[in-house]
């Protein structure tokens, strides 16, 4: 079992309620104003945690808009522009970090990113971020985890696309640079996910595997797939958030609205309150209804000396009488008294 890590003052573990990350990413459309309204409406909505990455088109790719570095698959969210016109259209500006980190302080929650180079990973390092989140497209990328293990803060990496081997590699390659506390993700780099394609029955093999926190990247529409890795033990969930889909922006198709939100905050938490332990036989909130079982009753009014029979005996609720297995062994026993329908059988009667 993994040892419980802290992120700011949040212990994450599965011993707690599910740490719920909400993924701003560009969905601020260009607007502060706008960008803090989505950190307000998080907080409202009860998340843990509001995650922004940090990048500029130049420290994504190159600028060019042919071959590669064109989007052409039609079922891509941001099909037919180039990677670069998408990252200057997605990227927060890197003076908008820090207003958006101390309103998300101001409003209990902790507020870190995703950095895409080592000039990001100086830069959140001058704000002093508690941990930092890996996505999926780099989580091969070793320079860039060694640079950011090597700041001692947790470290959160999603595991879309990756084998097993190459997630051996990344995972030894953050722990010798020095992270200590390491959280990976299961994901599905595609946008929206099917559910489908979750497969989040890796996330137990995931903690075997690295013996590590575990949680989920989601990326599928509605809160049902979250829910579930919760009972497979994901103490982390992710998900992309905005105020409203069709307000538009490079993430909105597959981003949860507030109301949304604040249900995956509820549901994952009743989730894992379920979850508790092995438990068979009495609950000290079930002694109420041990009355309700069914027992033997006496259900005709019987003389002293009558014999007990199907007719005037029956297995009913509630569960008072005798326990309904003993029916067979009182038929044809004679009563010592005479006894009112809806009287429970007790051995005092024969």
Request: glycine share 6%.
């Amino acid at each position: 079992m993994t040892a419980e890590l802290k992120i700011a003052d949040r212990l994450i573990s599965r011993n707690h309620a599910p740490f719920i990350i909400a993924e701003m990413s560009g969905n601020h459309n260009h607007s502060l104003e706008r960008a803090l309204e989505i950190v307000g409406a998080a907080a409202k909505a009860g998340v843990h945690a509001l995650k922004l990455q940090t990048y500029t088109p130049d420290t994504m790719t190159i600028n060019l808009d042919e071959r590669e570095f064109h989007i052409s698959d039609p079922g891509s969210p941001w099909a037919d522009t180039s990677l670069y016109k998408l990252y200057g259209e997605a990227c927060t500006p890197w003076e908008w970090h820090k207003p958006i980190f101390d309103r998300a302080r101001e409003l209990g929650m902790i507020a870190f990113s995703t950095p895409f180079d080592d000039t990001a990973v100086d830069f959140l390092e001058s704000l002093d971020v508690p941990c930092y989140k890996i996505a999926s497209f780099e989580n091969t990328d070793m320079p860039l985890i060694r640079r950011v293990a090597a700041t001692g803060k947790p470290l959160i990496i999603s595991t879309g696309m990756a084998t097993v081997a190459e997630l051996d590699e990344t995972v030894c390659a953050a722990r010798e640079a020095g992270c200590k506390d390491l959280i990976l993700l299961k994901c599905t780099s595609t946008y929206p996910a099917a559910a489908a394609n979750a497969n989040i029955l890796t996330i137990p093999h995931l903690r075997e595997l690295f013996g590590c926190e575990v949680g989920l990247s989601d990326h599928t529409m509605g809160i049902g797939v979250s829910v579930a890795s919760v009972a497979l033990g994901a103490a982390v969930i992710e998900k992309h958030f905005t105020l409203k889909r069709a307000d538009g922006g490079v993430d909105s198709s597959f981003s949860m609205e507030p109301a949304e939100m604040a249900q995956l905050v509820v549901e994952t938490g009743r989730a894992w309150q379920a979850l508790g332990q092995v438990s068979y036989g009495l609950t000290e909130a079930e002694k109420k209804s041990l009355q309700y079982r069914r027992s033997l009753y006496v259900v005709q009014d019987i003389k002293a000396g009558d014999v007990l029979s199907r007719e005037n005996v029956r297995a009913i609720r509630p569960g008072l009488g005798l326990p309904a297995k003993y029916l067979e062994q009182v038929l044809g026993k004679a009563v010592k008294q005479d006894v009112k329908r809806g009287t429970a059988l007790s051995l005092s009667l024969f």
